[in-house]
């Protein structure tokens, strides 16, 4: 058997308090103090060793997302130009007719900047490289190749 009952609010229309007695007593969070962990003392020492364990204190929430920065390992070619013998011994750098021939990305370095004087010709695999150093080079009669983007 079906029993159709009329909804509590409908019969309290009319009535202020709503069957709660006093006025205050159903205002929402401030009856029973606030929300969350309002009245947990964060001022007064007595409460404080209990919520020290949860993340009241400090940051807590979203982490910072987005792009990340690439990370630039740049060499200038005045190193380069330094350790030469040592780069040919430990086979970093080849030597083809008279041009020496540098892998960055095989050195650890993904950027060349235009340090120091070049006395050599180059042909020089890289990301990155400035400016200054690809006219240096070019100048000279060497070459750079693979590059992504030039600063």
Known sequence: ??????K?????RGSHTHGWGAKKKHRGSGHRG????????KRADSKKPSIWKEDYFGKCGFKTG?????????????????????????????????IYIVDLNK?????????GKTKNKYK?????????????????????????KTK
């Open 124 to 148: 020089i695999m890289a990301q990155y490289a400035s400016k200054k150093i690809i006219d240096e080079i070019t100048k000279n009669g060497g070459s750079i190749q693979g590059l992504i």
């Open 1 to 6: 058997m079906v029993v159709y009952k009329r």
């Open 34 to 41: 606030g929300t969350g962990m309002a009245g947990t003392g």
């Open 66 to 98: 987005g792009k990340r920065k690439k990370i630039i390992n740049a060499v200038n070619l005045s190193h380069i130009e330094e350790n030469l013998d040592k780069l040919l011994l430990s086979k970093m750098v080849s030597k083809e007719d008279g």
């Open 107 to 115: 050195m650890g370095y993904n950027k060349l900047l235009g340090k």
């Open 8 to 12: 509590k609010n409908t019969r309290q």
